[in-house]
């Protein structure tokens, strides 16, 4: 292990050459001084990247024969890389402020930390809902519905706190938490591998903590374009997943009859 880098930085591109490319420089920008390893999962069979391999020296790319998710995805990164703690980044990201030393050193002197999570914010400076927030259950999809989600009184308290799931949008998780819990579920094509992630870490006796001084800039929805009838498929074939894997069949099938309900 006295080899390993301390970090490595894991992003799966799929249609976001040009926002990867933005999502590097930025990365270089932020740590140039002291170079995490870099890995990049290519998603997309149809877009190589030697441009950007021949521009970042070292970047490590792993090209993948079709779009396999998100979450496998990571995954193949993951077994390649050699850092002490993975950093999970999405592609159409921009490094606002992340102190990469003082989460190391967060790390070192608590073996109970097992992810740390960051503020999530969009285009207009404003927190990205739904990026840190409590055990999700049917009753919280009813309530954030009704604008009464449980999750809500993280999003607006600035304090460094405790959580059940941070976004996998930019999540820092040590190698030995990830590995222990085998990873991401490779049954989560897109959407909810995060919170299910997360929550396989704390029954394993981890905490997740979420730091909002450290600020993660998203743009969103790149990788789907203008597909949100796809988007939507993905999205509630993962929810559907999650709640059969973790309540069991009979919760799945009221979360469906809800959507029904709702109209989604």
Wanted: aromatic share 12%; net charge positive.
């Amino acid at each position: 292990m006295s080899d390993y880098k301390t970090y490595s930085i894991i992003i799966v591109n799929y249609r976001s050459k040009e926002s990867l490319a933005k999502c590097l420089a930025f990365v270089f920008k932020n740590f140039k001084s002291n170079m995490p390893e870099l890995i990049v999962v290519n998603n997309d069979p149809d877009k190589k990247l030697d441009d950007l391999k021949e521009l970042y020296p070292g970047l490590i790319v792993i090209n993948s024969k079709n779009n396999v998710g998100y979450g496998l995805a990571n995954n193949l990164g993951s077994r390649v890389a050699k850092g002490k703690y993975l950093f999970f980044l999405n592609p159409d990201t921009e490094i606002i402020n992340v102190d990469l030393d003082a989460i190391a050193e967060e790390f070192r002197i608590n073996d109970k930390l097992g992810i740390v999570g960051m503020r999530i914010i969009g285009s207009d400076g404003l927190l990205q809902s739904w990026s840190v927030g409590k055990e999700l259950s049917w009753i919280d999809l009813v309530a954030n519905n009704i604008s009464m989600s449980r999750s809500r009184s993280l999003w607006d308290n600035p304090a460094d706190k405790d959580v059940d799931w941070v976004s996998g949008t930019a999540m820092i998780v040590t190698r030995e938490a990830f590995f222990d819990v085998g990873g991401f579920d490779k049954n989560f094509f897109m959407y909810f591998e995060d919170m299910d992630l997360c929550k396989r870490v704390r029954n394993a006796g981890k905490r997740i903590v979420y730091r909002p001084a450290y600020i993660i800039r998203h743009d969103g929805g790149v990788s789907y374009g203008e597909r949100t009838k796809e988007q939507k498929k993905d999205y509630f074939r993962s929810q559907d997943y999650y709640f059969n894997k973790h309540y069991g069949k009979y919760h799945m099938l009221l979360l469906r009859s809800l959507r029904k309900a709702f109209g989604k």
